[in-house]
């Protein structure tokens, strides 16, 4: 149980482009979904947690505007990276809590993204 | 200070050995504690959670949880090489619902 799924696994864009990634929950239902961006040789780090049916909490130092996310459903969150550049090349991870809030988060498959 | 602190290694250990993983955190009031491997290009994947003080054993996985201290560990027991990996200690915030990872520890296990 507690599968979430990611799409695209990898995309490859030109800069000033905007790319945007899928995460659903597929056996519960996420009212809070997690994204997570990772630099090479480094930890995952909180973008945004995603709330169903309202505006996402960004953390510090994160665009809004620049990484947009909508949670319109409870199995459906995006992230859209909106006029992405070369510095936005990362793996980009969602996740969701598959069994309430102190429950182990579940991870997404991730996505690579490359900026040209 | 760093809000989950690891040792990033790397980590080695000869295949058959115990390895010893540990972390410590900043939120006295974190209730919630996981740990999580992570192989090369691919999503953390969940081994251990552990909400109380002591052990909790799983396998060859035992966690370990000191809240007055502010310390969890992994052990791994008999340890494999396919158990090379970077492993995060994840820490869920007082007040609920924020999940914030150490910076790994690389372990490498040498068949």
């Known amino acids: 149980g507690a599968v979430v799924s990611q799409h695209p696994s990898r995309v490859i864009c030109k800069s000033g482009t905007s790319v945007k990634i899928e995460c659903r929950s597929l056996?519960?239902?996420?009212?809070?979904m997690f994204w997570y961006r990772q630099f090479p040789k480094q930890s995952l780090m909180l973008m945004a947690t995603?709330?169903?049916?309202?505006?996402?909490?960004?953390e510090q130092g994160v665009e809004k505007d620049k990484f947009l996310i909508n949670h319109a459903s409870l199995t459906l969150s995006t992230l859209t990276v909106t006029s992405a550049h070369p510095e936005d090349s990362s793996f980009y991870i969602c996740?969701?809590?598959?069994?309430?809030?102190?429950?182990?988060?579940?991870f997404g498959n991730g996505t690579r993204l490359t900026v040209t | 200070q760093k809000e989950v602190e690891q040792n990033s290694g790397p980590l080695s250990v000869p295949e058959g050995a115990i390895a010893s993983l540990n972390c410590t955190y900043s939120?006295?009031?974190?209730?919630?504690f996981f740990w999580y491997r992570q192989y090369s290009g691919k999503s953390p994947e969940l081994i251990m959670s552990?909400?109380?003080?002591g052990d909790k054993e799983d396998g060859r996985f035992t966690a370990q949880l000191n809240k007055a201290s502010q310390y969890v560990s992994l052990l791994i027991r008999d340890s494999q090489p396919s158990d090379s990996a970077t492993y995060l200690c994840?820490?869920?915030?007082?007040?609920?619902?924020?999940?914030?990872f150490g910076a790994g520890t690389r372990l490498f296990v040498k068949a």
């Open positions: 996740s969701a809590h598959g069994g309430g809030p102190n429950s182990p988060l579940h």
């Open positions: 056996d519960f239902q996420a009212t809070t």
């Open positions: 995603s709330n169903e049916g309202s505006k996402a909490t960004y």
């Open positions: 939120d006295r009031g974190s209730q919630s």
């Open positions: 552990i909400y109380s003080n």
């Open positions: 994840a820490v869920e915030t007082s007040g609920g619902f924020k999940t914030i």
